[in-house]
Nanobody, 119 residues
């Protein structure tokens, strides 16, 4: 059973940075090696969940227009972990952030971590 555990959320002042992590655990090595893509989504109150950043197994990245230049997605294959570096946080970035791993055996989601941006 694959589990994704997120960390790094919290209350941050506007303009500040934050780094989210998502680590996979409880998996057989075959499942972890089959990861095709890692994503970060977010869901603000009253809004639909949206994809904000993605990174493929080959390292190609893609970002939502609203976060380009401020969010950076990365991964550490040896640790089965992905990261989301968020700079210049804005109040509109307030949301629950979810990680997702897409593998040949299916998709796995994290439980979500709250990010709140306020003075």
């Amino acid at each position: 059973q694959v589990q994704l555990v997120e960390s790094g959320g919290g209350l941050v002042q506007p303009g500040g940075p934050l780094r989210l992590s998502c680590a996979a655990s409880g998996a057989r090595s075959g499942i972890i090696f089959s990861i095709r893509r890692m994503d970060w989504y977010r869901q603000a109150p009253g809004k639909q969940r949206e994809l904000v950043a993605a990174i493929t197994s080959g390292g190609n990245t893609n970002y939502a227009d609203s976060v380009k230049g401020r969010f950076t997605i990365s991964k550490d294959n040896a640790k089965n972990t992905e990261y989301l570096q968020i700079d210049s946080l804005r109040p509109e970035d307030t949301a629950v952030y979810y990680c997702k791993f897409s593998t040949i055996t299916g998709d796995y989601w994290g439980q979500g971590t709250q990010v709140a941006v306020a003075s």
